[in-house]
């Protein structure tokens, strides 16, 4: 499976985005997130979705973005509102949860990722 993450871009404060995530192949049956990571820092976990659409989010996220995917066409997307410079990185999505769910904000539990899109939200 090959992940293509895109819709990133430079929005000013309060602005909206949604970034999308293609899959190459089925991914209906996986648990998927998104991360981002920002200059100078580790990777940090953002939100992710079980194929039952169940989501879960970092408390920083909470009200402002939604994790959403589209099982028929092997989508995944992440609609980003009430944005803020601290949001700033580069986004990347992540297909497959290897291990329970308990494992599903880290970064080594992922077994397919994308190339990652840039978010630039200026003040």
């Known amino acids: 499976v090959q992940l293509q993450a895109s819709g990133g871009g430079l929005v000013q404060a309060g602005d909206s985005l949604r970034l999308s995530c293609a899959a190459s192949?089925?991914?209906?049956?996986?648990?998927m997130a998104w991360f981002r990571q920002a200059p100078g820092k580790e990777r940090d976990f953002v939100a992710t979705?079980?194929?039952?659409?169940?989501?879960d989010y970092t408390d920083s996220v909470k009200g402002r973005f939604t994790i959403s995917r589209d099982n028929a066409k092997n989508a995944l997307y992440l609609q980003m509102n009430s944005l803020k410079p601290e949001d700033t990185a580069v986004y990347y999505c992540?297909?497959?949860?290897?291990?329970?769910?308990?494992?599903?904000?880290?970064?080594?539990?992922?077994?397919?990722w994308g190339q990652g899109t840039q978010v630039t939200v200026s003040s």
């Open positions: 979705i079980n194929w039952n659409a169940a989501a």
């Open positions: 992540a297909a497959q949860l290897l291990g329970g769910f308990g494992y599903r904000m880290s970064t080594t539990a992922y077994r397919y």
């Open positions: 192949g089925r991914t209906s049956t996986y648990t």
